[in-house]
């Protein structure tokens, strides 16, 4: 009922810098959050960032003042700008909306399909 598809991703050198972009498509009638995540080999997925459907923004501590997440609600679409990239920030991102879905009540969780961003030096 809900399509999420994400872009970007792909290699990018210590320092330098990345967007990811993700796009819902679908039955959907309200969006209650959005949020990047992302999982590193043997690691558990973690939060980077969300939306709130109030408009507020958080970061893990990790990303602050070098990713900026931002959203397009006419296009139900997000991005997430990685700048100053480290090591420890390659993984696969994904983007995670809570939506209503048309003719329902309670937000179900739809995932993208995960981009992989990988750092060198």
């Known amino acids: 009922q809900v399509q999420l598809v994400e872009s970007g991703g792909g290699l990018v050198q210590a320092g330098g810098s990345l967007r990811l972009s993700c796009a819902a498509s679908?039955?959907?009638?309200?969006?209650?959050?959005m949020g990047w995540y992302r999982q590193a080999p043997g690691k558990q997925r973690e939060l980077v960032a969300v939306i709130t459907s109030g408009c507020s923004t958080k970061y893990a501590d990790s990303v602050k003042g070098r990713f900026t997440f931002s959203r397009n609600n006419a296009k139900n679409a997000v991005s997430l700008q990685m700048n100053s990239m480290k090591h420890e920030n390659a993984a696969v991102y994904y983007c995670q909306y809570k939506v209503v879905v048309i003719n329902t009540v309670f937000a179900r969780t739809y995932w993208g399909q995960g981009n992989q961003v990988s750092v060198f030096s």
């Open positions: 679908g039955n959907i009638f309200s969006i209650n959050a």
